[in-house]
């Protein structure tokens, strides 16, 4: 067992950054590790989208997922996965944030789930804890993610992929 880097990305004024490396043989689950990000639009909430066919596409219609909400976005249908409750504020230097999502076992023909934990500062300025997450509404083997803010681009920040090793 034990976690295992797989990639890391430095991420630079992108709409989204997309993780490809899942590897059912070698990992059971995986552990994203997001420092620094920060939004191009104040006040937008950072989730993720998942793949079934290795990031080729990403599901992203309105029904897509179930989420237990965030400020701003209510729960259940939804086209993404919300990872923090809160909003994401946008000055660089004192804003933004940092998180950990975990994805469990997205190789079973079920459920898949995103959870994310951090800390951040919101679009006024308050520093804020929070969890959020959801999931697919239908069964289905996820093989990569795409992260992204519900509004604008990812100014900047490094998000990396670890897999959860197989015993």
Do not use: W
């Amino acid at each position: 067992g034990g976690l295992e880097f797989i990639s890391s990305t430095d991420v630079s004024n992108a709409a989204t950054a997309s993780f490809t490396g899942f590897d059912s043989s070698k990992y059971d689950s995986y552990l994203f590790t997001c420092g620094n990000i920060v939004p191009a639009t104040d006040a937008a909430i950072f989730g993720l989208r998942m793949s079934v066919d290795s990031g080729s596409n990403y599901l992203a219609a309105s029904d897509s997922y179930f989420t237990i909400g965030a400020d701003g976005i209510s729960a259940g249908d939804a086209s993404f996965i919300p990872q923090m409750y809160f909003d994401f504020g946008n000055v660089a230097a004192t804003e933004g944030g940092s998180i950990d999502v975990k994805i469990n076992n997205p190789q079973i023909n079920a459920r898949t789930y995103a959870t994310g934990t951090g800390v951040h500062t919101n679009s006024g300025g308050t520093e804020r804890n929070s969890t959020s997450g959801g999931g697919t509404k239908v069964a289905t083997v996820v093989n990569a993610v795409q992260f992204l803010f519900n509004s604008g681009n990812i100014t900047s920040g490094t998000i990396t992929m670890y897999g959860l090793v197989n015993s």
